[in-house]
């Protein structure tokens, strides 16, 4: 088993960008990473996500992790290599997925709902949990499950959560979320996507300190 480690972030939040457009791409990615983030999921259900994100791959700054979300198949992880993508974030735990990407040298979060999935996922090397729909789980369902899980894993709050948030799951200890339709939706302009990510920038120093 080969697990990659999550890599040390300032602010331990992806940014998911289901929707982005090609065309979009370099202004609404250059407003979150203006605004502090420095993890960027482009879901593959979105309009030519590989162009989407070989754009954003070739304008992030070094340590900036760029990668797809609503990864299904080997064959996308292949894609997702070629384009520079070193986040893989499923929907599932597809081991075999799971493993290539680990052996691409990707980060690698799949979704999990119940200890049988996250144990899995865990089991097949995911450098961390993606546990989604967090807002049907809540914080104390997330806390419950995360007691069986190895420590070294990273733990990630997503669907349903937003900055409004965090002071709850901060009292369990989860520290990362990945942020979805309270950051971007599909259409929505870079200046927008900028005023949005200042303020979930901000919302989350006040609880994890700046």
Do not use: W
Not at 155 to 179: P, R, T
């Amino acid at each position: 088993m080969h697990r990659i480690p999550f890599p040390p972030m300032k602010y331990s939040l992806i940014a998911i960008l289901r929707g982005l457009k090609p065309e979009e791409t370099e202004g609404v990615v250059g407003a979150l990473i203006e605004a502090g983030f420095t993890a960027i999921e482009i879901p593959l259900n979105s309009p030519e996500p590989f162009r989407s994100i070989e754009i954003a791959v070739k304008m992030a700054p070094a340590g900036c992790l760029i990668g797809a979300g609503t990864v299904l198949t080997t064959e996308q992880v292949e894609r997702l290599d070629g384009v520079g993508g070193r986040l893989m974030v499923s929907p599932n735990v597809e081991t075999d997925v799971i493993a290539l990407a680990a052996a691409r040298g990707m980060v690698t979060m799949p979704g999990v709902f119940t200890p049988t999935e996250a144990l899995a996922a865990a089991h097949a090397g995911a450098t961390g949990l993606k546990f989604f729909p967090a807002s049907v789980l809540g914080p104390s369902g997330l806390s419950a499950i995360r007691a069986v899980l190895p420590a070294e894993l990273e733990i990630a709050a997503v669907g349903g959560v937003s900055e409004a948030n965090f002071a709850d799951y901060a009292k369990i200890g989860v520290k990362s979320f990945g942020l979805g339709s309270s950051l971007y939706k599909a259409g929505m302009d870079a200046a927008e996507v900028g005023k949005r990510a200042r303020a979930t920038i901000a919302a989350y120093d006040a609880v994890y300190g700046a």
